[in-house]
């Protein structure tokens, strides 16, 4: 079946402004997890979801950082008021159970605030 | 916090075993993971090992785990070109943890 998708595959804003990333997980998939990746770093967890529990928000940056999903579907992660620190790729993985999970990663959105 | 360490860099000759280290700090991690991430790619999950093993193999992988001293490697034999990556690992900690923690990554490149 198909993978993890994110769209957009690149994003360049200009600072300021607010973005909005999608991922759609793979069907079935009840856990929903966003990182991001700064240049020449290892990934950083930014929020969770599991079924219709209240998300994990513990690793947002700041109250500029939001994310929504419905159900189990597709999630929106949102950035506003963009800075420069922002740039990264933002990566998307889904995992069928939060205990045995094993996540499966989208491609990322590469975000660029210019 | 947690904190997981690689080593950055790593090259070896094509046909060479490769094998990547990384340790960790909490004790408490119950699943480790390797990860592969090729230019412009996402994550591609390699393998993974629960904490209560201390060797799992996959083909050409080896991934030994020495929980006393929090130390996990990946073996790579008979490495090739495409074998050329970052390679992660990344671990889950015991009941409540959401998230993975990962490390800055190894970049493997490969000589032919």
């Known amino acids: 079946g198909a993978g993890v998708s994110q769209s957009p595959s690149n994003k360049v804003t200009e600072k300021g402004k607010d973005v909005e990333l999608r991922c759609d997980p793979i069907s079935g998939h009840t856990a929903l997890y966003w990182y991001r990746q700064r240049l020449g770093q290892g990934l950083e967890f930014l929020i969770y979801?599991?079924?219709?529990?209240?998300?994990?928000k513990s690793g947002l940056p700041s109250d500029r950082f939001s994310a929504e999903r419905t159900g189990e579907s597709v999630s929106t992660l949102t950035i506003q008021r963009t800075q420069q620190e922002d740039s990264a790729v933002y990566l998307c993985?889904?995992?069928?159970?939060?205990?045995?999970?094993?996540?499966?990663f989208g491609p990322g959105t590469r975000l660029t605030v210019l | 916090g947690e904190d997981v360490e690689q080593s950055l860099f790593l090259s070896v000759r094509e046909g060479d075993s490769s094998v990547i280290n990384c340790t960790y700090t909490?004790?408490?991690?119950?699943?480790l993971y390797w990860y592969k991430q090729e230019p412009g790619a996402g994550l591609q999950l390699l393998t993974y090992i629960f904490s209560n093993m201390d060797m799992k193999q996959d083909q050409r992988l080896t991934v030994l785990l020495n929980k006393k001293d929090k130390h996990l490697s990946l073996r790579i034999a008979d490495t090739q070109t495409g074998d050329s990556a970052i390679y992660f690992c990344a671990e889950k900690m015991g009941t409540g943890a959401n998230n993975l923690f990962f490390g800055t990554g190894t970049r493997l490149t490969v000589i032919p």
């Open positions: 979801f599991q079924g219709n529990s209240a998300p994990d």
């Open positions: 909490d004790s408490s991690s119950t699943y």
């Open positions: 993985a889904s995992s069928f159970t939060r205990d045995t999970d094993t996540q499966y």
